[in-house]
């Protein structure tokens, strides 16, 4: 009788990212995106990157409003993003009365002055004090694709040590460090920005990249990947 081999379907759990070239940690989920008619895959980290790089996420129909740049890419993604979060977000300025404009030399039917083409720059007000700016760093944090990346990891290698604190030498800044002994991330957070105001900065695999704050815990993340003040 001649034997027959059996593979079992399933995720490749060794399957690298096309764009960092990272191996992939046990529970993160990879995206496939095709470049031109190949097909890759993409980290939770990196597919903003893909995007910009013109690759287009699987089962998605992209949208072409000209010759197909680059600049083009990121401007129907952005505009995508918009409609996503809803034109409530956007409230146009009161009307101001007639005594408010008197001596004011710009025409009354003028712009506002945190315009750019037409558009609104969505900028927010900043806190000042620091913990005001660590409470909305981790707002903005927990309100992003980013808990799922930390969840994915977490169901590995646990629970993470959390460091969330103003950025020294950056007005409106947040740096969020999340470490395990063998994988860690840092996240930029800007506050004045409301579209997509966490990014991240910078990863690695040993601890001793990190400074001692930035390994001095201050905040508490759960099984789900979220944030909050220790």
């Known amino acids: 009788m001649s034997m027959r081999s059996i593979r079992t ?3 490749d759990l060794h ?9 992939m940690l046990r529970g993160e ?8 008619t190949e097909l890759r895959s993409v980290c939770e980290l990196c597919t903003q990157r893909a995007t910009q790089e013109g690759w287009i ?7 072409y409003e000209g010759r197909g740049s680059r600049t083009d890419n990121r401007g129907s993604v952005l505009g995508r993003l ?20 008197e001596g004011n030399s710009l025409p009354a039917h003028a712009p506002a002055p945190d315009t ?6 969505h900028v927010r007000a900043v806190p000042t004090g620091d913990e005001q700016k660590v409470s909305a760093g981790i707002d903005a944090f927990n309100h992003s694709e ?12 646990g629970l993470p ?6 950025a020294q030498g950056r007005t409106g800044a947040v740096n969020i460090v999340v470490a395990w002994e063998l994988s860690w991330y840092r996240y930029e957070v800007d506050l004045a920005e409301e579209l997509e105001p966490v990014q991240i900065a910078a990863q690695g695999a040993e601890l001793d990249e990190l400074s001692p704050q930035e390994l001095e815990a201050n905040a508490a993340c759960d099984a789900d990947g979220y944030l909050a003040v220790a």
């Open 82 to 101: 918009r409609r996503r979060r809803g034109a409530s977000e956007y409230h146009p300025p009161a009307p101001v009365s007639p005594e408010a404009r």
């Open 15 to 23: 399957s690298s990212c096309d764009v960092c070239g990272r191996t």
């Open 29 to 36: 989920r990879p995206h496939s995106f095709l470049e031109g």
């Open 116 to 121: 750019f083409r037409g558009e609104p720059r």
């Open 9 to 11: 379907e399933g995720p």
């Open 57 to 63: 996420r699987e089962g998605t129909m992209p949208v």
């Open 146 to 157: 980013h808990p799922r990346t930390i969840a994915g990891v977490a169901r590995s290698l």
């Open 161 to 166: 040590t959390v460091s969330v604190r103003p």
